[in-house]
């Protein structure tokens, strides 16, 4: 990690604040891990004290950090995963590859990820971790986020012991990191017994935990759990045998009172409208992944109509075992390409309200718009730089459609990207 001095000034072609207007010749002053001043160089400069380290980026853009709210750091080699392939083809793969990953590779595989999603800009991360390793990684770069420990039990009679691993992981990573908070991941309605699932929120309940589910994501989910049919049935029949029939994964989620607890929902593909009704009543964040839904076949969220409801929705990029890379701009530029083959489904919206999906909207998801998201003064100085050329004449417009790997990355007021033996 490079260290630079305690104040620095940022002066770029624009500044891109998210909640407020672009601002051309545009600065930021920034001391120790805060944003003091944002605002016109020339007045921003006026406030800067002598000494301060200038960093003049001709034909850039700054904005706030990305926000990745959904990933999976820990499969981050699982890259090699056939890309794009049925849903429940993939999933018997990754089984498999996750049942014979050791803690000591997911935490190699952790830190890469962390390093791949800086050179795209991303500074805070919500995070499904299997083992516990990425929550090391992301402590070591100093970034901000929410580490959702994965949940799975297959079995009443494992619960006990399942939850008793879970509350000493939480013990234990509550106390060695000052910037990432922890939550629960119970994994997917097929994956946690009613009676798993019930405690589990309990205890979500009463540590005021956030927590993360992976919902209504394909076909094949929606059809075990509402009419429990479908080649799952199978496999996974056995964990919903005291659950109702007949609800669909987000309306079972609510009979078990989760939604009421408001959970970070990922996916929801395969919702219909008294789905999406109860997302909206329910004051629920949902995570759109465009491409991992693209990758496994699972069908295009109907977003046009979540927003029409008014669901809150924001961005992610799923992980690396079903997408090509941790970019949240290709994430963006997937989201245009589908806005042009299902209109019906998808809205064209405009590039700002990307942008802010995977910026503030991201950081209100878990939790954290009071610190990240936007520039502000006395927000954490998580900032991204990317060159989109000195001629722009729109840098929102630039940035979503030419923007690649960044000039600069910041997590607290220091250069993380590139790291010193990059320069």
């Known amino acids: 990690m490079r260290e630079t001095s305690l104040t620095k000034l ?20 920034v001391a120790g891990d805060r944003i003091v001043a944002a605002g016109k160089a020339k007045e921003v400069l006026k406030q800067a004290p002598s000494g301060v380290e200038k960093l003049e980026l001709e034909g850039c853009v700054l904005i706030p950090g990305f926000i990745n709210p959904h990933t999976h750091l820990e499969n981050t080699h ?71 420990k994965e949940f799975i039990c297959l079995d009443d009679s494992e ?15 509550q106390s060695r990191s000052s910037s990432l908070n922890v939550g629960i991941g119970p994994h997917a309605p097929y994956t946690v017994t009613p009676n798993a699932f019930k405690r589990i929120l309990k205890l979500a309940a009463n540590r005021k935990l956030q927590f993360c589910i992976h919902a209504s994501e394909s076909p094949s989910e929606r059809k075990l759990v509402e009419q429990r049919k479908g080649i799952w049935r199978f496999w996974l029949g056995r964990v919903l045998k ?43 964040w949902v995570v759109h992944c465009p491409r991992s839904n693209a990758n496994l076949k699972v069908g295009v969220m109907p977003l046009a ?11 992610a ?50 939790g954290l718009e009071r610190k990240i998201g936007s520039i502000e003064p006395g927000k954490r100085a998580d900032l991204a730089v990317f060159n989109v050329g000195s001629s722009v004449k729109d840098p929102i417009e630039a940035l979503v459609f030419e923007g690649r790997e960044t000039q600069l990355t910041v997590v607290a007021g220091k250069i993380v990207y590139p790291t010193q033996e990059g320069l």
């Open 10 to 29: 940022f002066r770029v072609q624009w500044v891109l604040p998210v909640n407020s207007p672009p601002i051309k010749d545009g600065a930021i002053l």
């Open 78 to 148: 699982f890259a090699i995963v056939k890309k794009p392939q049925p849903f429940n083809l993939w999933l018997a793969q990754m089984v498999k590859l996750v049942r014979s990953q050791s803690y000591e590779d997911a935490l190699v595989a952790a830190a890469d990820g962390v390093a791949q999603s800086l050179k795209f800009g991303v500074t805070c991360i919500g995070e499904f971790s299997r083992l516990g390793a990425s929550f090391v990684a992301l402590s070591e770069f100093g970034m901000i986020g929410v580490v959702f």
């Open 159 to 173: 619960v006990d012991g399942r939850l008793v691993e879970i509350e000493n992981w939480l013990i234990s990573a």
């Open 242 to 284: 005291s659950a109702p029939i007949g609800l669909s994964p987000i309306r079972y989620l609510d009979w078990l009172g989760a939604l009421r607890l408001t959970p970070l929902l990922v996916h929801c593909v395969q919702v219909d409208n008294c789905d999406i009704s109860l997302l909206a009543e329910r004051k629920v």
């Open 305 to 315: 109509k979540m927003l029409s409801e008014g669901v809150k929705v924001c961005l």
């Open 317 to 366: 990029t799923d992980g690396l075992a079903s997408v090509d890379s941790l970019s949240p701009l290709d994430e963006i530029r997937f989201a245009f390409k589908l806005s042009n083959e299902h209109p019906k489904l998808y809205p064209s919206l405009p590039p700002k309200q990307w942008l802010k999906m995977a910026t503030l909207y991201a950081a209100a998801a878990l």
